[in-house]
C-alpha cells in the first residue's frame, strides 16, 4: 500500500476548467457537467475499494474480467435517476443533455456508473433503500485502470452561482479523504461466524417449482426462471470488501462489482454480460445451462461434455439465443455468432454460454440496448411478460438489483452492463444471498433446488473467509 500522489499542482488547471463550465452554465441557465482526467502511476482499484470502504462511504467499484478494466468511485458528484416502465429512456435522455455541453479535459470522457432495478412493478422492500428504479452515479473521483494504464477523472456539476474555485477545493479536500482513509488501511475484522439462515423451506420453493412446471404445460409460457433468497446472519458485521477480495480469488474469470449505498452495499461475481459498446460495435453474451464444477479435472470436463451433450441444456439455451437474435436484429446491422455455445467456467459451476455481436445502427445508444435485453430469457423467462407476471405472483420477493442491469456509461456513448447475478445485499451483519434457476418443460425440482445451492455456495464461502 502506498499513498497517492498530490493533486495541488493539477488545481489550477482544475479550477480553469470548472470556471470555463460555470460560464457555459451562465449561458445555457442551468448545471454544466465539467471533467478533468490525469494519468497516474498503476494502483490496485480492488485494494483500493477493499480499504476504504465502510458503512455510510460514498463508493463504487465495478471490474471486468476479459479486458482487465476496473473502476473506482469515490464521492458523488450528482444523480441520473428515472422511474417505471420508461427509467431506462429517462436516464439516456438526462445523460444525453448534461454530454451536450459538457466541458471536459484530459485523455477520459466524463462516466456514470450504477444499475437499475429489476422489476419497477414490484414495491421495494426496505431493504433495498436507495436502489432506485434507475440510478447512475456521476462520482467526485472516478480511478479507472485498464490494463496496466491508470487514470483518476475528477467530476462535477456546475451551476451558474457556483464558485469555480470553491468547487475545486471540494474535489480536492474529496482526494485528501480517500487518500488518509487509503493509508490508514481497512479496518480490523475478525472471521465472521454463522448464526442462522431464513429463507422459504425447500418443500415450499420446490412446490412453486411444481406449480410453474404445471403453468408451462397449460399456457403458452416456455420458461419461466424463479429466484431464492436467503438471509444469513453473522455474529459480526459482514465486511463487502474482504468478501469481494475473495469473490476476486475465487472467480477469476467473473465481473466484480459492488455498489454501496449508505448502510447497504450490493456485491457478487456475475457471469453474464448483458451488453457492451465500443466505438459502435455491441456485444452480449448468452448464457444458460448450468452444471457443476468438479476439483478432478477428468471429471470436470465430463461434466461439461456433458453439460454440451444435455438435450434439456441445450434447448434452453438456444431459446435464449434465438430470443437476443430476435430482440436485436432491428438494431444491429450484422449479428455475429458461433454455431454452438462454448463452456464457461467459474469456481463451482459451469454454463452454456454464446457470445453475440455486431456494429449498432447509427444513433442507437448502449442504454437503448439494455431496456431491449433486460431481462433476458436467462434471467426473466420466455415470453417475457408473462414470466414477468409469473414471478410477480408466485416468486415471493423484492429482487431490487438483482439479476438486473449494472454498470458504466461514458460521454462518447461507449459503456458495458453486466447482469447482478452470484451476488449478496450485505448490511450489518446480514447478508441476502439470491440464487436462482431456468424452469423449462423437463425441469425436475429437487435438482432445481440442488443447483441453487451450488450457485449460492460461492458467495457462501466468500462470506466466511
Known sequence: MRAFPSLQAHAQGLAAVFEQARERAVEHGEAVLASYSIE??????????????QPGAECLFWRAPEDH??????GVAAELSGVGAQRFAAVDTQWQSWVEHAVSHGPLAPTVCGGFRF???????????????????????????DADSCWLLCQQRIAPG??????????????????????SGPRPSVALQHTRDQGLPRACWE??????????????????????????EYTQPVSAGRTLSALASNDPSAYLFAFRRDQACFIGASPERLAKLHNGRLQTLALAGTARRDPNPEQDAQLAQALLDCEKNRHEHAVVVQIIQRDLAPWV??????????????????????????????????????SILHPTP??????????????????????????APLGWL???????????????LLNANQARLFAGCGIVEHSDPASEYDETCIKLAGMRAALQR
Open 40 to 53: 497516474l502511476a498503476p494502483l490496485d482499484l480492488l485494494e483500493l475499494f477493499c480499504s476504504v470502504d
Open 69 to 74: 478494466k476496473s473502476l473506482f468511485g469515490w
Open 119 to 145: 422489476d419497477h412493478e414490484v414495491k421495494a422492500s426496505g431493504a433495498w433503500q436507495g436502489f432506485g428504479d434507475a440510478s447512475l452515479l456521476l462520482m467526485t473521483l472516478l480511478l479507472v485502470r
Open 162 to 183: 457556483d464558485k469555480a474555485q470553491q468547487c475545486c477545493e471540494h474535489v480536492l479536500n474529496q482526494w485528501n479523504a480517500l487518500m488518509d482513509r487509503y493509508v
Open 207 to 232: 412446490s412453486k417449482i411444481a406449480h410453474a412446471l404445471d403453468v408451462l404445460r397449460d399456457t403458452p409460457l416456455k420458461k419461466v426462471v424463479l429466484a431464492r433468497e436467503v438471509l444469513s
Open 333 to 370: 446491422q450484422a449479428l455475429h455468432m458461433p454455431p454452438t455455445p462454448h463452456i464457461k467456467r467459474l469456481s463451482r459451476v459451469q454454463h452454456l454460454a454464446t457470445l453475440i455481436e455486431g456494429p449498432l445502427q447509427p444513433g442507437c445508444s448502449l442504454l437503448k440496448m439494455v
Open 378 to 403: 436467462a434471467v426473466g423467462g420466455h415470453e417475457r411478460q408473462q414470466a414477468l407476471a409469473h414471478i410477480r405472483q408466485f416468486e415471493g420477493f423484492d429482487r431490487g438489483w438483482y439479476a
Open 410 to 424: 461514458d460521454a462518447h456513448g461507449n459503456g458495458e452492463f453486466i447482469v447482478g447475478l452470484r451476488s449478496a
